[in-house]
C-alpha cells in the first residue's frame, strides 16, 4: 500500500474512533474503495461512510433479517440476476429482473438480495475502477408493478446508492424499454440532480447498447463474450450463501443512532447535496 494512501486510511480511522455512534469493522481495503470513490477527498470520504452507516439503520425495512437461506430471499434471487463486469478502466453493474407476472414480486425483499450483493461486492471485489456504468434490464417492468412500489422509499434508496455507496456513476443504460418508461420515469426524475438525469439513456433493446458498449464486455445473454449472467450470479449466491453468519448480524456497517451526537451536522451537510457523486 502506498505511503499516502496508508496515512489517508489512518485519517480515517482516526476519524472513526472520535465518532461513537460509527462501526469500526471496515478493513483497510473498504476504506480505500470508499477514499477511491471519492477522488482522494478526505472530507466527502468521511460524508460518504457517514451516510453509507446512517442510512442502513434508518431503511431498517431491507437491513433487517437477510438471513440469505430464507425462503422469502431465495425466491427473491430466482427472479432476479445482479452482475458486474470489468469494462477496461471501467465496471459494467448490471440488473435484470425476471418475473412478468409479478406472481413473486415482494418489493423489499427484491431491494434486500440487492443489499446483500452490494455487500458481498464490498467484501470481495477487488477492482478500484475509473467509473461504473449501470445497466437496468427493463425487459419486464411493467405499469402493474407501480402500486406495489413504496416510490418514495425507491426514490430514497436510489439517493443511498448514489449518495452513500463507494461507487463513480458515469452512465446509466435502460435497456429493453417499455412505450410507458416515461411514466415511470416521472416519478422519480423530481428527486434527482440534473448531472443524473443527464447520464440516464434509454434504449429499445439489447442490440443498441452495443454502440455504447464494446460487446466483448457484455455477458453472453446480450450478445457479449464476458461471462454468462445467470451464472455469475449463482456464484454470488453461494459467497452469500457462505458468509451468512455475516449477514445474520442486523448490525452490519450500521450507525448506532442513541450515540449520535446533535452537533453531528450530517444530514444537514447532505441535505441536498451531492456531494459524494463523482460524474465524469
Not at 254 to 262: F, N, P, S
Amino acid at each position: 500500500m502506498p505511503q499516502d494512501l496508508q496515512q489517508e486510511i489512518i485519517s480515517i480511522r482516526e476519524w472513526l474512533a472520535k465518532e461513537p455512534h460509527l462501526p469500526k469493522d471496515f478493513d483497510d481495503f473498504m476504506l480505500e474503495k470508499f477514499l477511491h470513490s471519492c477522488y482522494g477527498s478526505l472530507e466527502k470520504t468521511k460524508k460518504c461512510i457517514e451516510r453509507f452507516c446512517t442510512t442502513r439503520s434508518h431503511m431498517s425495512e431491507i437491513y433487517t433479517l437477510r438471513d440469505p437461506i430464507s425462503s422469502s430471499m431465495e425466491t427473491a434471487f430466482s427472479i432476479t440476476n445482479v452482475t458486474t463486469h470489468e469494462a477496461g478502466e471501467n465496471e459494467i453493474l448490471i440488473h435484470q429482473f425476471e418475473d412478468p407476472t409479478l406472481e413473486r414480486f415482494n418489493f423489499y425483499d427484491i431491494l434486500k438480495t440487492f443489499t446483500l450483493q452490494a455487500d458481498m461486492w464490498l467484501m470481495e471485489q477487488k477492482f478500484l475502477p475509473e467509473g461504473h456504468i449501470i445497466v437496468l434490464d427493463m425487459n419486464n417492468y411493467s405499469l402493474r408493478m407501480i402500486p406495489r412500489l413504496n416510490i418514495f422509499f425507491l426514490r430514497e434508496f436510489f439517493m443511498y446508492l448514489l449518495e452513500g455507496m463507494p461507487v463513480r456513476v458515469k452512465q446509466i443504460y435502460a435497456i429493453n424499454a417499455p412505450s410507458f418508461y416515461d411514466k415511470l420515469f416521472a416519478l422519480v426524475k423530481p428527486v434527482l440532480p440534473s448531472e443524473i438525469c443527464n447520464i440516464i439513456r434509454f434504449l429499445p433493446d439489447f442490440q443498441s447498447l452495443h454502440q455504447h458498449i464494446d460487446k466483448k464486455y457484455l455477458p453472453s445473454e446480450y450478445g457479449g463474450e464476458a461471462e454468462s449472467m445467470k451464472a455469475q450470479h449463482k456464484n454470488w449466491i453461494v459467497q452469500i450463501q457462505q458468509a451468512r453468519s455475516r449477514f445474520l448480524n442486523d448490525n452490519l456497517w450500521k450507525a448506532d443512532l442513541k450515540k449520535k451526537t446533535k452537533n453531528n451536522s450530517f444530514e444537514n451537510a447532505m441535505s441536498g447535496s451531492f456531494k459524494t457523486l463523482c460524474i465524469d
